[in-house]
């Protein structure tokens, strides 16, 4: 008798597991059958051609969803997509496809040492070749563009916006001198005085590849304002993604540091303000609080362009998703889902 009870629970149990399964429907998030990157797991190289030369550039797709495809612009310029690892705990969940992407000159892409290739018109130009290579187009094109990567989206958009469905610019301003200024009037000053004083005197001698001088922003000014973290508690994909940076590169467009803009960097006077009215695509700007940026004006890029949103990281440094990562995450798929 007990036996017999034991064989039908067991017998039930399986019918339920059975039922169960009958009923979960099938996701084809991962299904790459048709991809032409099946045999990769995803990974796919691009010929980028350009004035001085055709290189490769590294990208990998993540997801599967025809309306919905998203292609990281890291920052920089020279650095990796590395540091958008956080994207893998959130929008696979979500059924978001998207794209990492080594612009020219970074990480797993090509390293070429001709300087005439580091200019902004020359980005915009191979972005456009990345899309036209994944097949991306305004049904479901978004740019997820960070820092350096939020001026190249939005110079993309003001040149290819027939192209996009939507712009997130993340943790960018738009103007590189509003920029400096931030840092040198309020940032800058919430530095130790001492502290300070020694930054402004490398400045003034120019030394600013002095490896003092570096220490002194990364140790006092880094942890303030481009991730609110102790350094040696710095997630793994954000210490790769620094790690791995392309310093020449990023010594000619960007200047030494996140410590505002120097030199004869060629972003120092870039300045899209008055463009923005253009952009009629849907926009989603980020801004942290204790961002590099000033999170104002980032705000004001939203009410600048036609259609604009502003999302707020109130615990958020320049690195927001990773120092207030649910509410940046949260934000960037609720207005991915809203397109």
């Not at 059975?18 to 048709?34: F, G, I, R």
């Not at 794209?99 to 980005?123: A, N």
């Not at 036209?132 to 350096?148: E, K, R, Y």
Request: hydrophobic share 35%; charged share 20%; proline share 6%.
């Amino acid at each position: 008798m007990n036996f017999n009870i034991i064989a039908l629970t067991g017998l039930l149990l399986l019918s339920g597991c059975k039922s169960s399964s009958e009923k979960t429907p099938k996701s084809n998030y991962l299904d790459y059958s048709n991809s032409d990157t099946r045999f990769t797991g995803g990974s796919k190289l691009i010929p980028i051609t350009t004035p001085y030369g055709t290189f490769k550039v590294w990208t990998k797709r993540v997801g599967n969803n025809p309306t919905l495809k998203v292609l990281l612009l890291h920052g920089g310029p020279g650095a990796s997509s590395e540091y958008f690892e956080a994207a893998d705990s959130y929008f696979p969940g979500a059924g978001i496809e998207y794209y990492y992407y080594d612009q020219l000159g970074s990480t797993r892409s090509d390293k070429p040492t001709d300087e005439r290739l580091w200019d902004v018109p020359r980005f915009v130009e191979e972005v456009e070749q990345v899309r036209i290579a994944l097949g991306l187009d305004s049904t479901n094109f978004v740019i997820l563009g960070h820092s350096w990567g939020g001026i190249l989206g939005m110079e993309y958009a003001l040149k290819y916006q027939q192209h996009l469905k939507g712009l997130i610019i993340s943790n960018m301003m738009a103007s590189i001198p509003e920029y400096v200024k931030y840092a040198n009037e309020v940032l800058g000053p919430k530095l130790p005085q001492d502290v300070l004083q020694k930054i402004r005197a490398f400045e003034e001698k120019k030394e600013y590849t002095n490896p003092e001088y570096l220490a002194l922003i990364q140790e006092h000014y880094y942890p303030e304002h481009v991730l609110r973290m102790k350094p040696s508690e710095w997630p793994d994909p954000v210490n790769r993604g620094f790690a791995h940076i392309n310093y020449p590169l990023y010594l000619k467009m960007q200047g030494p540091s996140e410590f505002g803009v120097v030199g004869d960097a060629v972003l120092k006077n870039w300045d899209r303000t008055a463009d923005l009215p253009k952009i009629k695509v849907p926009v989603l700007a980020i801004g942290g609080h204790h961002d590099t940026m000033d999170p104002e004006a980032m705000k004001r890029i939203s009410q600048s362009v036609q259609q604009g949103k502003y999302l707020y990281c109130a615990n958020g440094s320049h690195m927001s998703m990773y120092d207030d990562q649910e509410t940046y995450f949260k934000g960037v798929i609720d207005f991915l889902k809203g397109l």
